[in-house]
């Protein structure tokens, strides 16, 4: 099992920067991509950045430039710096990681518990 803590959320103003932390502990063998989704109010998720073991990003459409994510292996940690805020970035943001028990076994999906992040105008 993999545990997924988040932290760095809050109220912030338009303009404004955040930088979300999320760290992986349990029983992990190898951790593939790991990303951040955001869900909206009566919205779906959606991803908004995630990376590669390799460490190649992507990122959403409407967040190309303005967020950066980056991921620490030693340290199990996937972070997304955002700038440029704006109120549409609104949402509870997820952590999502690929974790693989062992070679010979395929990638499960984990989610940490959201963090809220609100950007007012």
């Known amino acids: 099992q993999v545990q997924l803590v988040e932290s760095g959320g809050g109220l912030v103003q338009a303009g404004d920067s955040l930088r979300l932390s999320c760290a992986a502990s349990?029983?992990?063998?190898?951790?593939?991509?790991m990303g951040w989704y955001r869900q909206a109010p009566g919205e779906q998720r959606e991803l908004v950045a995630a990376?590669?073991?390799?460490?190649?990003?992507t990122y959403a459409d409407s967040v190309e430039g303005r967020f950066t994510i980056s991921r620490d292996n030693a340290k199990n940690t996937v972070y997304l710096q955002m700038n440029s805020l704006k109120p549409e970035d609104t949402a509870v943001y997820y952590c999502?990681?690929?974790?693989?028990?062992?070679?010979?076994?395929?990638?499960?999906?984990?989610w940490g518990q959201g963090t809220q992040v609100t950007v007012s105008s």
């Open positions: 999502n990681v690929q974790h693989q028990a062992s070679f010979f076994t395929p990638n499960v999906n984990y």
């Open positions: 349990g029983s992990i063998f190898r951790i593939n991509a």
């Open positions: 990376v590669a073991s390799s460490g190649k990003p």
